[in-house]
């Protein structure tokens, strides 16, 4: 059982990467991101967090360093890692205020988008994506009903 | 909203223990010098579907570089060059290096030496490259030019894999190439991922007439393909100096058909 929600949880992870990129490849911006895997990841990282993710987590990394990138193998599979562990750990152990959730989904954006910190306009580009994707992670969490 | 004190404490563990096991990856993947990561693209095969534009079908071709060809028009423009270094050997016997470099250059007169393999982009990571359909299965190289529809270059191959390849554009941070100009003045193009920088190498002769920077192949490259029109961007010479920033100009979208030249 153990191992069929694994699989399935690679698939959807590994889907959602690969519609991540076509979808940022369709809107061609070059200021503006869609990153579903990372809401994705996020909403995993606070409502399901558990070491049965963390196979499905690291395959999609390494998936994406061998057909997508040109990284060294293992860098995206440390990101994703890394994400899921700050995410839930922030949200855990942080003290509750206001902008918490958007502080913590963005402090994690930063981090997904670590490869590309040498990009010249690196910051501005970040600010308008992170906006767009917490807008878009309210509204699945609203879809979704989650209680977090 | 924040219902964070009911969750039991989590371990961490594990991750922590995989994202070493990761660290462990990229330290063998850096040692191999990209052996593992490159395995499994190099040897895995994807079919996609290309065209191949055998010389039969050149005319269809030439047909959509019709509106730039009048105007650069291959052949008279290599003509002239080559009346521009006959009068230069005569003026300057020291220009003869440039002229043996004239006359390879005179060798591609058309596109009748070229096949035009038609490729299309797969997929855009997130560091501004893109994934384009055809690799080694293609005979597709690193370095190989990459035109759009115009019959611009827009970019050059990255890494090849067995049946696609990562194609680096002027979106890219990392992109540079060498350019040439009809008076055999070289200059190099890179980009920040934001703005292109034009910057002059070697200046022999300026002139206001220059209209395109092309490839060359005095640097590996399959052909002369306008790059970069001058006349849309700040192209002066100050101090026999060109130092240019410009954005864009030759955007391509997700549709946009490209071809890319390989040699019969």
Do not use: C, W
Request: charged share 15%.
């Amino acid at each position: 059982m153990n191992i069929l929600y694994s699989i399935t949880i690679f698939f959807l992870f590994s889907a959602t990467l690969i519609v991540e990129n076509f979808l940022n490849l369709i809107i061609f911006n070059k200021y503006i991101s869609i990153s579903l895997f990372f809401i994705l990841l996020f909403i995993f990282s606070l409502t399901r967090f558990n070491n049965k993710n963390i196979v499905p987590i690291m395959g999609t990394g390494l998936i994406y360093d061998i057909f997508l990138s040109e990284n060294y193998l293992g860098v995206y599979a440390i990101i994703f890692l890394f994400v899921s562990v700050l995410t839930n750990y922030m949200f855990e152990k942080l003290i509750n205020f206001n902008f918490k959730l958007i502080f913590i989904f963005a402090l994690n954006y930063v981090i997904y988008n670590i490869p590309n910190i040498l990009n010249f306009n690196f910051f501005s580009n970040i600010v308008l994506s992170a906006f767009i994707n917490y807008l878009l992670f309210l509204l699945i969490k609203r879809f979704m009903r989650l209680s977090v | 909203m924040l219902d964070a004190q009911s969750k039991p404490k989590r371990s961490y563990v594990l991750y922590i223990l995989f994202i070493f096991l990761s660290s462990l990856l990229i330290l063998v993947d850096y040692f191999s010098n990209k052996e593992i990561s490159s395995y499994i693209p190099k040897s895995l095969t994807f079919e996609f579907k290309l065209n191949v534009f055998e010389s039969t079908y050149i005319d269809s071709f030439n047909s959509l570089l019709i509106s730039r060809a009048e105007l650069v028009s291959e052949n008279i423009r290599l003509e002239q060059e080559v009346k521009n270094l006959r009068a230069l050997e005569i003026e300057n016997s020291s220009l003869k290096e440039k002229i043996k470099s004239f006359e390879n250059i005179s060798l591609t007169k058309n596109f009748n030496n070229l096949n035009f393999i038609e490729t299309s982009l797969i997929i855009k990571n997130s560091s501004n490259e893109f994934l384009i359909s055809g690799g080694t299965n293609q005979n597709f190289k690193n370095g190989d030019l990459v035109l759009d529809d115009r019959g611009y270059a827009i970019g050059y191959l990255r890494e090849v894999y067995y049946s696609y390849s990562i194609l680096e554009t002027f979106l890219s941070q990392s992109f540079n190439i060498q350019l040439m100009d009809k008076y055999n003045n070289e200059y190099l193009l890179s980009s920040d991922g934001n703005q292109l920088f034009l910057t002059s190498i070697n200046i022999l002769k300026f002139n206001t007439d220059i209209e395109f920077l092309f490839t060359d192949i005095s640097y590996s490259h399959s052909g002369k393909f306008p790059v970069v029109d001058t006349r849309t961007i700040n192209f002066e010479l100050v101090n026999n100096q060109i130092n240019s920033s410009f954005n864009f100009s030759n955007i391509f979208t997700y549709n946009t058909k490209l071809f890319i030249p390989k040699s019969k």
